[in-house]
Nanobody
Framework: QEQLVESGGGLVQPGGSLRLSCAASGRTFSSYNMGWFRQAPGKEREFVGGCNRSGGDTYYADSVKGRFTISRDNAKNTIYLQMNSLKSEDTAVYYC????????????????WGQGTQVTVSS
């Protein structure tokens, strides 16, 4: 089974940028649809964005459209989330997730999850 490890989180000022990475182990990374989710304490986990197996099709939550960009490098078993124009509302633990079936927005579809990386947007 694939193992996912997120990295790249940290503290950034409003308006700043971060790039999150999600590195996968295993030999079948290109078979997985990938998603990014985030969760703040006491709040429901929410969809951020995702892509299909090739990364050619990407889709985003309305709250991050135009600011966040997903890309993937199957040769490196890695998916990225470039976050620009960060707002305090973006503060959360960010998770990457994978599933073999559909590039969907619902967290229930994803059966493989990383441990998360903290993103804090504050001055």
């Amino acid at each position: 089974q694939e193992q996912l490890v997120e990295s790249g989180g940290g503290l950034v000022q409003p308006g700043g940028s971060l790039r999150l990475s999600c590195a996968a182990s295993g030999r079948t990374f290109s078979s997985y649809n990938m998603g990014w989710f985030r969760q703040a304490p006491g709040k429901e986990r929410e969809f951020v964005g995702g892509c299909n197996r090739s990364g050619g099709d990407t889709y985003y939550a309305d709250s991050v459209k135009g600011r966040f960009t997903i890309s993937r490098d199957n040769a490196k078993n890695t998916i990225y989330l470039q976050m620009n124009s960060l707002k305090s509302e973006d503060t959360a633990v960010y998770y990457c997730a994978a599933n073999r079936l559909w590039p969907m927005r619902s967290s229930a579809v994803y059966n493989i999850w990383g441990q998360g990386t903290q993103v804090t947007v504050s001055s």
